[in-house]
């Protein structure tokens, strides 16, 4: 009963999640499909400037224009995909999506189900005199590793919060659909800021282009962009470091340097879980290897 309610909660938030960007979402492609000339007008003015703009720094030849090079471009592209492929490709992503999703539910709702015969297993997978480590091992990961988790589900609401509050005081349209997709990229430490500044500033700009002659696009980039930098800097050099070294009891530099080693050997996905992985490798390091010089000093924080 635990778990289901456990997975119950946790599939109702990320509905929710869903819902609140998918209507924002809906909104947006309903404006941009139902334009009026004027509006159209306006984007042509608004590529004639871009236009004007790259011819002057020798970008564009003085007989390129930047509407037609665009045109080409997609037709070529359109042209280029086969459309039975396309169609294949489409329902292979929905069945894999689908697969995915049910698997992770059906993996993640039994791992919750057989939490005391998993941790009995994985204590019986050692010697007996060392099964003492292991059960240490459990205890000490499950507490760390909650506390980094519930840590990053603070530092999340604080920056899309404050995210929020300023873009809702700049009267910046959207200003909660953005917030919360660039909150969501705290996930990702450090380079989830550019992610989340691209997709805030065509949203901010797509918002602005269907609401009229009313808003400057420029202007309304602009403080998305500073918004979302403050903030990312904010969390990147105060909030993080603070919430990650407090949770896993690590240094701000270690968690900065883990960070980078974990981005370089993985990639995103790295940055991601190499603050989890190396709590986990600090504390087996310290169970089974504890006598050793080297372990001592960069486990010394976690006893």
Not at 6 to 31: D, H, R
Not at 188 to 196: D, E, K
Request: hydrophobic content about 55%; aromatic content about 10%.
């Amino acid at each position: 009963m635990s778990a289901a309610l456990s997975m119950t909660l946790v599939v109702g938030v990320l509905f929710g999640l869903f819902a609140l960007l998918f209507v924002p979402l809906t909104e947006q492609v309903k404006a941009i499909t139902s334009l009026e000339s004027v509006h159209y007008d306006k984007f042509n003015q608004t590529i004639e400037q871009i236009d004007n703009l790259l011819k002057e720094y020798n970008i564009l030849k003085a007989e390129e224009n930047l509407e037609k090079i665009i045109t080409t471009h997609t037709l070529k592209y359109i042209r280029s995909i086969n459309l039975s492929s396309a169609f294949n490709n489409i329902f292979q992503l929905i069945g894999s999506l689908f697969l995915g999703v049910f698997s992770v539910l059906f993996i993640s709702f039994f791992l919750l189900k057989d939490v005391p015969r998993l941790r009995r297993a994985a204590v019986n997978m050692v010697s007996t005199e060392r099964q003492s480590k292991m059960i240490q091992i459990l205890e000490r990961s499950k507490v760390l590793l909650s506390n980094y988790f519930i840590g990053l589900f603070v530092e999340i609401l604080i920056i899309t919060g404050l995210q929020y509050v300023i873009l809702f005081l700049l009267d910046v349209p959207n200003a909660l659909l953005i917030s919360v997709i660039a909150g969501v990229l705290v996930i990702v430490p450090y380079i989830g800021v550019v992610i989340a500044c691209v997709l805030g500033c065509i949203l901010g700009a797509l918002s602005a282009f269907t609401a009229g002659g009313g808003l400057d696009t420029t202007v309304i980039v602009w403080k998305i962009l500073i918004t979302l930098v403050f903030c990312r800097l904010l969390d990147s050099f105060f909030l993080l470091p603070y919430i990650a070294s407090k949770s896993v009891k690590a240094h701000p530099l270690e968690i900065f340097i883990v960070v980078l080693i974990s981005g370089s050997l993985a990639g995103i996905t790295g940055m991601i879980l190499g603050i989890p992985a190396y709590t986990v490798i600090r504390i087996v390091a310290q169970e089974f290897f504890g006598d050793n010089n080297f372990v001592k000093t960069f486990t010394a924080n976690i006893n």
